[in-house]
């Protein structure tokens, strides 16, 4: 990466100083265990590089690629993670690092502090604006995104801690705060984020994982499908580095697990390339729910949660999440929902068989009482109608039905597949295939002679 820097506040030698020990805190914490005074460190440099941002009186004159600019905001999140874990891990800490974080007088890595900084960043360049404009098709000037957002440090900056905002409150449980963040963001291919790959799948993971715990099954579908369908076609390139290719696997993964909870919840078509993933990563586990298997949910949703965080960490250790800490309370959540979806799949198959049915047949198959099947009902109703979420253009189930009296009348909504669409694209790939292919056999053959 090349820096420049042109008349600056600071001396030149001064902000690559504090760029080079970013660099530096960044290994000890990929390659060595970092000590609590490399923690204190660290964050204090975070502070004087963000400090030299934020309070210049006009835009400073430096230029760093988008791809070094993402690598900051995310370390800063990551290492703002690793310190509460840290600190959460009562009984390994010793009596020097106790005193330590007693007389901390900095507030070091405290959660509002590193919120107010990112939130900072993202308003010094006005970024939310500037996305409200790229939205409405409207240039970017400076009535919109200000001195400071016309510079693409600031706005980059800014964007990156629009998805830092969306990672650290989806760490901390609070995933409506979490997408109001993104509200403006466009999950596109030629979006801002589409700049740094490693962005794009942070993004999706983030706010896929959000939609997921408010039940919005469908925006999580939605966003899911198209990340892995990316991801695959882009495998050879995260392959060739390799300090990316064990994060990108394991996003893969985890969102593959988080993908097949949500098919399950809201049964929607997917793209044949990323069932073929789930059936492959997951299918043994997608067969023993459709078995009945409630537990496989909690094996699903510990592989692909993120590590969850408490806001608030106490010496203590009698912890107020009890003894599985914030993952623990964060899967009660979720199984309360799963508890609340163990029905519906069982009623959905009743239901996919009749145009009509009475309720007192359908409360023998169930083996229920009739008013527990009219809540049942009202439940499936409920739930379909949340899981559907902002994707209006797309049903999120097979079927719709009435209940009139005491008879449930049953509507086939399931839609076509577009077999037409299909076989376009089959023609153009191979189109595409047949020019790579004829390319290769044209190229000439360069031979050298050995004497």
């Known amino acids: 990466a090349v820096v420049s820097t042109q008349s600056t506040g600071k001396d030149e030698g001064s902000i690559f100083m504090i760029l080079y020990r970013e660099l530096y805190y960044r290994h000890i914490y990929a390659r060595l265990k970092p000590t609590l005074e490399h923690r204190f460190d660290s964050y204090a440099n975070y502070c004087e590089l963000f400090s030299y941002l934020l309070t210049a009186e006009e835009p400073v004159k430096i230029e760093l690629p988008n791809k070094w600019l993402w690598d900051i905001i995310e370390e800063f999140v990551y290492q703002f993670q690793s310190f509460q874990q840290f600190k959460s891990k009562a009984g390994k800490i010793n009596d020097e690092e106790k005193s330590m974080l007693r007389d901390d007088e900095d507030n070091v890595w405290k959660v509002t502090a590193v919120l107010n900084i990112l939130l900072q960043l993202t308003e010094k360049c006005n970024i939310n604006q500037q996305l409200i404009a790229m939205e409405k098709g409207e240039p970017i000037t400076e009535d919109i995104a200000g001195e400071f957002g016309l510079k693409p ?67 999580t579908i939605q966003l899911y499908q198209h990340i892995l369908g990316y991801m695959q076609r882009t495998k050879q390139f995260f392959q060739n580095r390799s300090f990316q290719a064990d994060d990108i696997n394991k996003k893969n993964e985890q969102m593959l697990a988080l993908l097949a909870i949500a098919s399950t919840f809201c049964p929607l078509r997917l793209d044949e390339s990323v069932n073929i993933q789930i059936k492959e990563k997951q299918g043994d586990k997608v067969a023993r729910i459709q078995h009945g298997d409630m537990a496989v949910y909690d094996d699903l949703f510990f592989s692909g949660c993120p590590k969850f965080l408490s806001p608030v960490v106490s010496e203590n250790p009698t912890s107020p999440f009890g003894s599985s800490g914030p993952r623990g309370l964060q899967l009660q959540v979720f199984k309360a929902e799963v508890e609340q979806q163990r029905l519906i799949p069982t009623l959905r198959s009743f239901l996919k068989l009749y145009t009509s049915i009475p309720i007192s047949k359908l409360a023998k198959f169930l083996d229920m009482h009739e008013n527990e099947v009219r809540c049942c009902l009202m439940a499936f109703k409920h739930k379909k109608e949340v899981a559907k979420g902002d994707s209006v253009d797309q049903t999120t189930m097979d079927i719709d039905f009435y209940v009139d009296k005491d008879m449930v009348h049953i509507s086939d909504t399931k839609i076509a597949r577009h077999y037409g669409d299909y076989y376009v694209q089959q023609v153009l790939k191979l189109r595409e295939s047949n020019k790579l292919i004829l390319g290769a056999a044209l190229t000439p053959v360069v031979t050298t002679n050995t004497a």
């Not at 801690?161 to 990672?167: A, E, F, K, Q, W």
């Not at 650290?168 to 984020?193: P, R, W």
Request: proline share 1%; glycine share 6%.
């Open 153 to 219: 440090i600031y706005t980059m900056t800014g964007f990156f801690s629009l998805v830092g905002l969306l990672r650290l409150y989806c760490l901390l449980g609070d995933y409506h705060m979490a997408l109001s963040c993104i509200e403006h963001v466009q999950f596109k291919d030629k979006d801002m984020m589409a700049l740094v790959p490693a962005c794009q799948i942070t993004a999706n993971y983030y706010a896929g994982f959000a939609y997921l715990m408010i039940r919005k099954y469908a925006n």
